[in-house]
């Protein structure tokens, strides 16, 4: 499914995948939030759950957050949602979570270096919202 949103159309996007709700915090949320630093990336992601909205940061490749992909990457979950500039290779960055089935949907500007997620939305297994 391809759908065109309007250039800088921030509210669009967050009425289109349905996450004011979760945009503070989701209700499974540690009493803990506030503190951003963790003794480790899995306690970091502890409180994702399936279906949840996940934004990633950086340019490329570059900047990413390869740890906590990783620790996600491992945990019981399925269905998210990404929101990304890439979608990035077949075995780094959010391409990490495309091969370990976890990724329902991407929002992207491009992801033409990834063969898996190309042949995932190709098949139907992914849906892609491309935005400019």
Do not use: H, W
């Not at 250039?7 to 996450?19: A, D, E, H, K």
């Not at 709700?21 to 499974?28: A, C, Q, T």
């Not at 009493?31 to 490329?60: C, H, L, M, Q």
Request: with cysteine; proline share 5%.
């Amino acid at each position: 499914m391809i759908q065109k949103l309007k250039p800088g159309s921030l509210q669009s996007i967050i009425n289109s995948i349905g996450i004011g709700r979760y945009l503070m915090f989701s209700n499974k949320a540690s009493p803990k939030r506030f503190n951003k630093v963790y003794p480790s990336a899995e306690e970091a992601v502890k409180d994702i759950f399936s279906g949840a909205v996940i934004a990633t940061a950086g340019f490329g490749l570059c900047g990413i957050q390869e740890n906590l992909i990783n620790a996600i990457a491992k945990m019981p979950i399925k269905d998210l949602t990404i929101i990304s500039n890439t979608s990035g290779t077949d075995n780094f960055g959010p391409g990490v979570l495309f091969n370990a089935g976890k990724v329902k949907r991407i929002y992207t500007s491009y992801f033409g270096g990834n063969r898996v997620v190309e042949k995932m939305y190709l098949n139907g297994k992914v849906e892609a919202v491309f935005l400019p």
